[in-house]
């Protein structure tokens, strides 16, 4: 497999609430600022943790989960907001290189094969993606 780094030009955002309350019914990003098939990074409030969260947007759907490999408990990104995609299409990961496909994102190749990424709730609503 080869790996196209900047192949995916990634945004990162980070949202700013008072009293770092759980960001559910809040905006993430604008939908117009995630690309067709493009990733971005978030910062988000889940169950009084700050997280980071991957978006992989794919036509009006939008996909979420915890930016951790299950294989080491490490962000996904090589930098933040910036992740590696395969030329098949899967997030790879930067620091072992399990690969992920972006439907459920299972892990179909690398050292947590079988396992899969943390999926977090999102739904597109008023031209955003919002925490579910």
């Not at 939008?62 to 933040?80: E, M, S």
């Amino acid at each position: 497999m080869s790996i196209v780094p900047g192949m995916d030009e990634g945004v990162r955002t980070s949202l700013n609430h008072p009293g770092g309350g759980d960001v559910a019914g809040q905006p993430l990003i604008e939908l117009k600022g995630l690309v067709d098939g493009a990733f971005a990074e978030v910062e988000a409030t889940i169950d009084g943790d700050a997280e980071s969260l991957l978006l992989y947007r794919d036509g009006d759907a939008v996909r979420a989960w915890l930016n951790i490999c299950p294989h080491a408990g490490r962000r996904l990104d090589w930098a933040p907001g910036q992740f590696l995609k395969s030329k098949d299409g899967l997030l790879v990961c930067a620091a072992h290189g399990a690969s992920f496909e972006l439907v459920g994102g299972e892990c179909v190749a690398g050292p947590c094969r079988g396992e899969a990424l943390r999926a977090v709730p999102v739904s597109v609503r008023d031209g955003s993606v919002w925490l579910a």
